[in-house]
């Protein structure tokens, strides 16, 4: 059983390009989650999707950044017109959609870097 | 709101010696507590949760964690460090105090595990 996984893991853009990272949950999740980690930080939560649809967004900045989790294919977190400060590791986490079954499972993680 | 503090950035223990890695959690409802281990550049292992039931937790790796309501916490315990074992562990927690549509992990911001040989 494959575990989550995430592409590109590195991804090197210049400043106001957008970047799209995906993820591909584990076999039988569908339940995904987004995190960012900044250099010497812990992970912040971005945004829980279930397919086709966004749960919760709160920590999801209000502008350039977008996800989506469509029926069919990955999850993608779509960062436009990066700025130097996107530089960070994003990840991904998937869980069962069973309730008490919520242990998330991360992915490799996608470094960003914006030059 | 719920937050996770781990309060000591670095741990150092010796090999063969036991270590523990200490956190403390705030919610408003019951918690739902996990560990994870991070290796340079590569994403989070699951070790070990904490949602019901005994309060010592036994997971992956011969680790252990012992949920503690009174003292709010759910600090990792080994008792025999592995030079293996080196590496950055964070707690997490999330509150079943919050509406049932909310999954998000709040995560500490990290212990640098040390075990020298």
């Known amino acids: 059983n494959a575990g989550v996984m995430q592409n590109p893991r590195h991804l090197v853009r210049r400043r106001g390009q957008e970047a799209r990272l995906r993820c591909s949950p584990m076999?039988?999740?569908?339940?995904v989650y987004w995190y960012r980690q900044l250099p010497e930080e812990g992970l912040k939560f971005m945004v829980y999707?279930?397919?086709?649809?966004?749960?919760?967004e709160s920590g999801m900045p209000k502008e350039r950044f977008s996800a989506e989790f469509p029926k069919e294919g990955p999850s993608i977190l779509r960062i436009q017109q990066v700025v130097r400060g996107d530089s960070a590791a994003y990840f991904c986490?998937?869980?069962?959609?069973?309730?008490?079954?919520?242990?998330?499972?991360f992915g490799p993680g996608t470094r960003l870097l914006v030059l | 709101a719920q937050s996770v503090a781990q309060p000591e950035d670095q741990v150092n223990v010796a090999e063969g010696n036991p270590l523990t890695v200490k956190c403390t959690y705030s919610?408003?409802?019951?918690?739902?507590l996990f560990w994870y281990v991070q290796y340079p550049n590569r994403g989070l292992q699951f070790l070990l949760k904490?949602?019901?039931?005994?309060?010592l937790v036994k997971g992956s790796y011969g680790f252990e964690a012992e949920f503690n309501k009174s003292q709010t916490s759910f600090h990792l315990k080994k008792p025999s460090a592995l030079v293996s074992d080196s590496a950055l562990y964070f707690c997490?927690?999330?509150?079943?105090?919050?509406?049932?549509?909310?999954?998000?992990?709040?995560f500490g911001s990290g212990t640098q595990l040390t075990v020298l040989p």
């Open positions: 997490a927690v999330r509150d079943l105090g919050t509406s049932g549509s909310a999954r998000q992990l709040t």
């Open positions: 076999k039988g999740h569908s339940h």
């Open positions: 919610v408003s409802g019951n918690p739902y």
């Open positions: 999707l279930q397919k086709e649809n966004i749960i919760d």
């Open positions: 986490a998937s869980s069962p959609p069973e309730l008490g079954q919520e242990t998330q499972y």
């Open positions: 904490y949602i019901t039931g005994d309060n």
